[in-house]
């Protein structure tokens, strides 16, 4: 019993003792010493020796003690088993059982018969170290002389073996363990670093975007902006964050609409459209909305939020209500020489027996006034259409100006002279430029007859067409309008002063206008197209057209094309 008492208590402090050691396979040899110290003091053997082999590093772990005894010490301890014979015997399912003394060959699997040649005339005693079910090492027991151990000696080795077992098994498995967290933390570190690349690329894409992009939580507080996002609002990415996304809308129907976006984004659909919205200032632009909702990859059915995308369409809707207004304008302009056409043909039709001849040959000759009005109305809108669609032949071949004006000049002499007016041109030079002569003869034309049209009976028309080299020192504004000494270099310039009925200040900016004409000129037949036409001319040859004028005194039209070479 005492006996039984002092194997428990043995078992026991070794349990604790290995446990507490045993915190990495590193301890395991200091462990088996261990073992093989407490046996042989246990069972009074003369010595004991093990071998582990860690299937973690395919490390041969070997141990060994002795008794003090002086017969013990004249033992031999065999050496140790090779590695190629442990890991032969490792492949052994789990061998639970006892090898006893005697002959090798009685006791042992055939696999270890070489390995147990060495203790060839001892009494061993062989406790298997088995890891999960598989033999991982072998404690040997060796007693002095032929003493043989007794059924509870090796119930006590046995415990002890198995306890050391459980040990290392447990030790291998926490580092099991430990190694696959190392390995899912490294993961994680992985995929983070990816995802934080992937979160760098899509950022890089956003700022760079030329749409507004606005991010949103569910409750439609703004949690993201792009650059363009603020350029377009006028808002600062400060402003906006943490923001109602729908509350940016000062206008009332604007904000409207963006709860009502919000309300239908939220149900899981997108929202496209146009939208007038207003920026920071107050000022408003129109935009190519576009409003998703973001799902959480897990629960696709609600939103988490919203992301909203917004195009600057200004300009083409300015260029489509441009269209627009053109189109009405060409309508109604048309309409007013065909009512009145269709009205005296109407009047010729019916009153044709009752009218004098001096009253028919009136409406007629209405009739073909307004026939060249239409006549008229058609070949500049016809031009101005072509130069829109850009279907407009241009060429581009040197051309003297000086002659051009000249020819013109002359063409148009006789309906100056039928009125009256004098008609005075100067051109002393030779003014060759790259552009296209119909064209150029065309805006030349367009001035030229305006101030015939626009100037009374006995009036007088000055042309002139010169380089504006300065060399006469500053140029009066008044004489050659919008040209400054900072435009100095090789241009040309051509105006057309009259002494005509002039034109209002309030009218002057819009005197280029499609379709612009002054009220009160408009008994004189005209489209309000020739000047629109001669600015977008002169603007394909690179320059720029501007006027002067004062009501009752006159008016100077110019416009400026660019020198080339061939001339100075
Ligand atoms: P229109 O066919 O009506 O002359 P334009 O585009 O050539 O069309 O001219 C636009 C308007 O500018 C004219 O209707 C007229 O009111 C004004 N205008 C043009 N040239 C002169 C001028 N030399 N003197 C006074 N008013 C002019």
């Not at 147990?116 to 170290?129: C, E, F």
């Not at 963006?258 to 239908?264: C, E, K, V």
Request: hydrophobic share 40%; charged share 20%.
């Amino acid at each position: 019993m005492m006996r039984r008492n002092r194997e428990l208590s043995l078992l026991n402090t070794f349990i604790i003792s290995t446990a507490a050691k045993l915190q990495t396979n590193r301890h395991a040899q200091d462990s088996l010493h261990h073992a093989c110290a407490v046996l042989v003091q246990a069972l009074d053997l003369a010595a004991a020796e093990s071998w582990l082999l860690l299937d973690v590093h395919n490390e041969l772990l070997q141990a060994a003690a002795t008794a003090s005894s002086a017969e013990a010490v004249s033992l031999s301890i065999p050496t140790a088993i090779t590695y190629p014979l442990a890991l032969r015997l490792t492949a052994l399912e789990s061998s639970s059982q006892w090898a006893y003394s005697g002959t090798p060959s009685d006791v042992a699997p055939v696999e270890a018969v070489e390995w147990l040649q060495r203790y060839h005339g001892q009494t061993y005693l062989l406790a298997p170290i088995t890891i999960k079910g598989k033999l991982a090492g072998m404690i040997t027991l060796l007693s002095s002389g032929n003493r043989q151990l007794d059924a509870q000696e090796h119930a006590f080795a046995q415990s002890l073996v198995s306890a050391l077992s459980q040990a290392i098994e447990t030790t291998l498995l926490h580092e099991q363990l430990q190694r696959h967290a190392e390995h899912l933390e490294e993961m994680v570190a992985m995929r983070t670093n990816e995802l934080q690349a992937e979160r760098d690329r899509t950022q890089a894409i956003l700022e760079a975007l030329g749409e507004a992009v606005i991010v949103t939580d569910a409750e439609c507080t703004i949690n993201y902006v792009n650059p363009s996002a603020t350029i377009l609002t006028g808002y600062s990415s400060g402003e906006l964050l943490g923001r109602c996304w729908c509350a940016m809308q000062q206008d009332e129907s604007a904000s409207l609409l963006y709860w009502a976006i919000r309300d239908h984004v939220r149900t899981g659909k997108m929202w496209r459209g146009e939208v007038l919205s207003g920026r920071r200032d107050g000022s408003t632009y129109d935009a190519a909305l576009t409003v998703a909702p973001i799902f959480d990859p897990q629960r696709t059915t609600t939103p988490i939020g919203m992301v909203s995308i917004q195009r600057d369409i200004t300009p083409l809707k300015a260029a489509e209500r441009t269209k627009d207004q053109f189109i009405s304008n060409v309508s109604h302009e048309l309409r007013t020489p065909l009512s009145i056409i269709a009205l005296h043909s109407g009047n010729l039709d019916t009153l044709y027996e009752r009218i004098t001849d001096e009253q028919r040959r009136h409406l007629i000759r209405e009739i073909r006034a307004q026939t060249h009005r239409l006549d008229d109305l058609i070949g500049d809108i016809l031009e101005l259409s072509r130069i829109d669609s850009g279907q407009l032949r241009v060429e581009d071949r040197p051309v003297n100006l000086a002659e051009i004006l000249r020819q013109e000049v002359e063409q148009l002499r006789p309906l100056a002279e039928r009125k009256g007016l004098q008609l005075a041109l100067r051109v002393n030079e030779s003014l060759i430029l790259r552009g296209d002569p119909a064209h150029l003869g065309q805006c030349v034309r367009n001035l030229l007859s305006n101030a015939i049209k626009y100037t009374p009976h006995g009036g007088h028309i000055h042309c002139e067409c010169r380089s504006m080299d300065m060399s006469d020192g500053p140029l009066n504004p008044q004489d050659w309008p919008d040209y400054s000494l900072t435009d100095a270099g090789s241009w040309v310039g051509l105006r057309v002063v009259d002494s005509g009925i002039g034109i209002g200040a309030e009218h002057m900016t819009h005197l280029f206008e499609r379709f612009y004409r002054v009220q009160s000129q408009t008994r004189v037949p005209g489209t309000g197209l020739g000047l629109a036409i001669t600015r977008e001319l002169i603007t394909r040859h690179g320059g720029w057209t501007a006027v002067s004028s004062e009501p009752g005194v006159g008016s100077t039209f110019a416009f400026y094309v660019p020198l080339t070479s061939e001339s100075s």
